[in-house]
Structure formats: C-alpha cells, structure tokens
C-alpha cells in the first residue's frame, strides 16, 4: 500500500452535486471512494460504528472508503442543501478498494468546519458546475477543482505545523548561522 501525501493528489471524479435535497437519510450503505460533504444549509448527521457527528453549515465532512455509515438531514431544518463529492485521491486499478492501493498520509480528518473566511465553499460550487457541464476536458476541470478542495482542507488540518523547508532555504538559513 502506497502513503499518498497531500502535494501527489490526483483525484479521480466520480460524482459531484450542489443542491438542496429532499432525501431525509442515505443507508446504511458503504460507498468504495472518499466522500466530501459541505453542509451549506440545515444540519446533518454522520453515524458510525464508534457514534454520531452533528455537522452544521460551512462544515465538511469527510466519509472514508468501505466504511459502513448513515448520513441523514436533522430533523426540524428546511430545505436541506450541501454539496458532496465522490472521488478516489489517486487513479487505482480496476476493481480494487481504494485503500487496499493508497492511504493517505496524514489521515483526513472526519470533520472541519470553514469558518467565514474560506474559499473552499465556492469551489465546491465551482466543482459542480463543472462536472455538470459538456467539454472536452470537464472531468480534469473538475479534477483540478477537486484537488484545491483536498488541498485547501489539508492546509487547515496541517496549519499548526509549519510547513517543511526547501533545501535552498535550508542551505540558506545554515550559510547565515
């Protein structure tokens, strides 16, 4: 099994959708990919083996591959709307679990919430638009969107540590000690 950092990620689309929902709950089900959901209106739950995640507007929840799961709208909100996307983070072969040929390092967290100042929502948006949209090149569009949004997460998971130097920094910073 290959670790996948953060700067190698590729995603492969599956499926992307901005929309409100009628649906009230998806599962028990198991899905093969990771699952990006942005809550844009209403509160949802994520429910698994180890208990329940509340997610509120402008959080992201991320749904990990093979893992059994429920997702439902919380009861008392209307109109209901997010934005979810099905991608792999890299191509694999044929007929293979997702993780069985990557995992990515570090692991991404279940839940982030965005706060006012991220541009994240808007991409998912843009996302959407994309993949809706006939082009020859939709799906790398999408793709390219797709991977700011991992990009961009793993920046916010990652912000308390600094990022790495390069090695002309590094050479540079060892010249002036």
């Not at 979810?84 to 390092?105: E, F, G, Q, S, W």
């Not at 082009?135 to 961009?152: A, D, G, K, Q």
Request: hydrophobic share 40%; aromatic share 10%.
């Amino acid at each position: 099994m290959k670790a996948l950092r953060p700067q190698d990620i590729n995603p492969m689309i599956r499926m992307v959708n901005y929309s409100p929902t009628t649906v009230q709950q998806w599962g028990e089900r198991t899905i093969s990919d990771f699952e990006l959901i942005l809550a844009l209106n209403g509160e949802f739950e994520f429910e698994d083996r180890h208990g329940v995640i509340r997610q509120r507007p402008r959080d992201v929840l991320v749904i990990y591959p093979e893992e059994s799961h429920i997702f439902r709208v919380v009861a008392g909100f209307e109109k209901p709307f997010f934005s979810c996307v099905h991608c792999d983070m890299t191509a694999i072969p044929k007929n293979a679990v997702t993780l069985d040929c990557y995992r990515p390092d570090p692991w991404p967290r279940r839940l982030t919430s965005l706060g006012v100042n991220s541009e994240i929502p808007d991409l998912f948006r843009r996302a959407a638009e994309a993949f809706r949209k006939v082009s020859h090149f939709n799906m790398e569009i999408t793709s390219s969107i797709v991977r700011e949004i991992w990009l961009r997460l793993y920046d916010l998971w990652t912000s308390d540590a600094s990022p790495e130097m390069s090695a002309r920094a590094k050479a540079m910073v060892e010249y002036l000690d």
